[in-house]
């Protein structure tokens, strides 16, 4: 029981920072995740590079490391680049995992990302939020336009 109880207060204290801490998820993949995809108007070379060079700079706020950025372009698959990052919480530095699948979109010239984030913490069943800021946060800090859908978890808050 006092460890249920301690678990529960690891997510009440992870203190997302706002903006775009409402939508938070508890356990959807046994731990707090978060899968949504984007669509740009825009070509898989030029959102790879959108993305690595954001990265450059640790994204949107300068906290996400870059992993791996594989190329599938060689292998002519609608897949084209699979990139990794780690984003550390700016309170207590938790440390999340993203992958971001880049693909060609159904139209010419479109881009489609499916895009994960999972805590890394064990016992993370809430994540305040976290997860889904660690996608939206970044995609918003590209400055192009993009389209967004949930696939899931990270559910929006119940009116
Ligand atoms: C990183 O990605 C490159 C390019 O696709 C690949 O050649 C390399 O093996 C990857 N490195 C790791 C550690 O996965
Ligand atoms: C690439 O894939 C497309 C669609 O599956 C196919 O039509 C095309 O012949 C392939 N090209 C090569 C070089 O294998
Ligand atoms: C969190 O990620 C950073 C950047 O990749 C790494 O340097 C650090 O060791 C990680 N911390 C933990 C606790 O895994």
Not at 86 to 110: A, C, F, M, P, R
Not at 112 to 132: E, P, R, T
Not at 149 to 159: D, F, H, L, T, Y
Request: charged content about 20%; proline content about 4%.
């Amino acid at each position: 029981m006092y460890r249920f109880l301690f678990l529960v207060c690891i997510g009440v204290a992870l203190a997302c920072v706002p903006p775009d801490c409402k939508n938070e998820d508890c356990g959807t993949c046994a731990n707090a995740c978060c899968i949504l995809q984007f669509t740009f108007k825009a070509s898989t070379d030029d959102v790879d590079k959108l993305m690595v060079d954001s990265l450059k700079n640790g994204g949107d706020d300068g906290r996400y490391t870059l992993v791996n950025n594989s190329d599938y372009r060689p292998y002519n698959m609608s897949v084209k680049f699979m990139l990794q990052t780690i984003h550390t919480t700016k309170v207590h530095h938790y440390n999340d995992t993203q992958d971001w699948l880049v693909s060609e979109g159904k139209e010419e010239g479109t881009t489609v990302v499916k895009a994960f984030s999972i805590s890394n913490i064990y016992g993370a069943y809430c994540d305040a939020g976290q997860n889904y800021k660690n996608l939206v946060g970044f995609v918003k800090g590209l400055n192009v336009d993009f389209k967004q859908e949930a696939i899931a978890g990270c559910p929006p808050p119940k009116e």
